[in-house]
């Protein structure tokens, strides 16, 4: 395991590929569960992602991990009118995420909606700063007011530096 994995986030070294806690499980599936009836009872469509197990250890030729989850579509989609855009996720764990939402955007794709994927970075050790240890919110939230994060401005995922004109290179 590389340095940058062990210090880009407690939070994702601490739970990548291992499943939460059965106890949150039932009331998170409860939860959702609730919610989509309310929603399928005003006629919402409501659609869900393929299951992945996210326990299974993957590799690209620059890094090695274990999955996450697929909890938030919100991190990974953005829907504007009538196209889908798919961001990168930042941790090397949430990397293959987008898997999970492939066969619904497909479809959606065939049926008219234009899909736009960003560039996926390579996610080398030296995209992040391995200073940067979020170890609690209190920290998460410093760490954020300061403006310095754990990923380093060695790698533009898409447009430029001057997209980002109040953080300064190498910050």
């Not at 659609?47 to 989850?69: A, C, E, N, Q, V």
């Not at 240890?133 to 001057?162: C, D, E, M, P, Y």
């Amino acid at each position: 395991m590389s340095r940058a994995s062990l210090t880009c986030s407690l939070r994702e070294k601490e739970n990548g590929g291992k499943p939460f806690p059965k106890e949150h499980l039932k009331l998170v599936v409860a939860q959702i569960s609730e919610l989509c009836r309310v929603l399928e009872g005003e006629g919402v469509t409501v659609r869900r992602p393929d299951i992945i197990d996210w326990s299974k250890p993957y590799s690209t030729p620059d890094f090695k991990s274990t999955g996450l989850y697929a909890a938030m579509p919100r991190d990974i989609l953005l829907v504007v009118g009538d196209e889908i855009i798919e961001a990168p996720m930042a941790w090397r764990s949430r990397f293959f995420e987008y898997r999970a939402y492939r066969p619904l955007l497909r479809e959606y794709f065939r049926r008219g909606a234009r899909w736009t994927t960003a560039p996926k970075p390579l996610m080398q050790d030296e995209l992040y700063d391995n200073t940067v240890i979020i170890a609690n919110q209190v920290t998460h939230f410093k760490v954020t007011i300061s403006n310095h994060f754990h990923l380093t401005w060695r790698f533009i995922f898409f447009g430029t530096k001057k997209s980002f004109p109040q953080i300064q290179a190498g910050s």
